[in-house]
């Protein structure tokens, strides 16, 4: 049992956990089933700086109602893909669960078990606020499932992480990639949370996510390494994996746009009004920095964020100097926006920390 006993922070985090599970109804559901679309004014859903398409052509053509209605709809795209990620990672942890109530330390499975109790409440509340958004537009899930063509990258997640858990007997590799996911989320969260015009309701619900996910986040970091440490040879496979991965994941617009990602944003577009060639047309100018060749402040700031997280992580890595700087210079091309100056003094995010509200 000498691989679990480096599984003691789970002891930890469950005890942080047990203060606010009897409450999930209270801090999610409750306020989910209270928020009232129709009385969302002008208040917004989403960072208006990270709004998809913010500042460009296409963003000026647009009323300010479709404004709005962008503001939102990018908040549900967000929030669904978050759901389903979550509903993703809920299978792939309660697959580790069962490994580790059989072969390791229940008491770490259990801990797995609750994080799969806490995403459950996360994916029903979003769900709530997201049908009644879509219902003040006149839309319904399926409009919005069939805009969001990226849904699929969370089934396919599951899927290989399925497969090679099921070949190693273990999900050490999926352990391993859960960092950046957290952390993609985690930018995007929190600049919603201080976005100064924000639904306070939604706002409340996002906070209460924010606290929970920020724990769920310090099991990735420690579970990580834990977990790399236990992939023996496939240490250096894995972490060229990592770096690829983690160079993928973006907010706002990436030089490494997925043509899955591309549909979404461009479908999005299409759902507040615009014809689809000329969303198609808007997307390309936007990805390719056309109009804007620096994203808007906020955007800037949060793709720093990640980049930087994202080296501080690789820097922990017990790995050879030559494999971590190939996996920074790897993250850093994906990232070549921000990393090219990334020693320049420059507004950076500051999180403090959240209470329950
Ligand atoms: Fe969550
Ligand atoms: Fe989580």
Not at 10 to 22: A, G, I, K, M, Y
Not at 155 to 177: K, P
Not at 206 to 222: C, G
Not at 305 to 332: F, G, K, S, T
Request: glycine residues 4%.
């Amino acid at each position: 049992m000498a691989a679990a006993a480096t599984f003691e922070f789970t002891r930890r985090l469950q005890l942080v956990s047990d203060r606010d599970v009897e409450r999930l109804d209270d801090h999610f559901l409750a306020p989910a089933r209270a928020f009232d679309a129709s009385r969302l004014g002008d208040d917004l859903l989403f960072p208006l700086e990270m709004t998809w398409f913010h500042g460009e052509p296409i963003w000026h053509e647009l009323s300010e109602a479709q404004r709005l209605m962008l503001n939102r709809l990018t908040f549900c795209q967000s929030y669904f893909s978050t759901a389903v990620a979550e509903a993703a990672t809920n299978t792939l942890n309660f697959q580790a669960a069962l490994q580790t109530f059989i072969r390791e330390d229940p008491e770490v499975a259990l801990y797995m078990a609750r994080e799969v109790v806490e995403e459950t409440t996360h994916i029903q509340s979003f769900l709530i606020v997201i049908r009644k958004v879509l219902a003040h537009y006149g839309l319904g899930l399926d409009d919005l499932r069939r805009a969001n063509v990226s849904l699929s990258l969370s089934e396919r997640y599951v899927q290989a992480h399925s497969l090679l858990g099921w070949l190693r007997g273990n999900l050490d590799y999926y352990y391993f990639t859960r960092f950046p996911l957290n952390v993609n989320q985690k930018t995007v969260e929190r600049c919603t949370i201080d976005e100064p015009r924000m639904h306070p309701g939604v706002r409340s619900i996002l906070k209460n996510h924010a606290i929970d996910e920020a724990r769920h986040m310090q099991m990735s970091r420690a579970t990580g390494k834990v977990a790399l440490a236990r992939l023996g040879l496939l240490k250096t496979p894995a972490c060229v994996g990592f770096a690829h991965f983690a160079a993928r994941l973006y907010i706002g617009r990436h030089a490494k746009d997925g043509a899955l990602q591309r549909g979404t944003r461009t479908n999005t577009l299409a759902l507040v009004g615009v014809p689809i060639e000329r969303a198609r047309q808007a997307y390309a100018a936007w990805r390719d920095r056309t109009n804007q060749p620096e994203d808007p402040p906020l955007v800037r700031a949060g793709r720093r964020y990640y980049l930087r997280q994202m080296n501080e992580y690789v820097d922990e890595l017990d790995v050879a100097p030559r494999l971590r700087r190939y996996m920074q210079r790897v993250i850093a091309d994906g990232y070549a926006d921000v990393a090219a100056d990334f020693a320049r003094p420059e507004r950076s995010l500051e999180f403090e920390d959240l209470t329950r509200s």
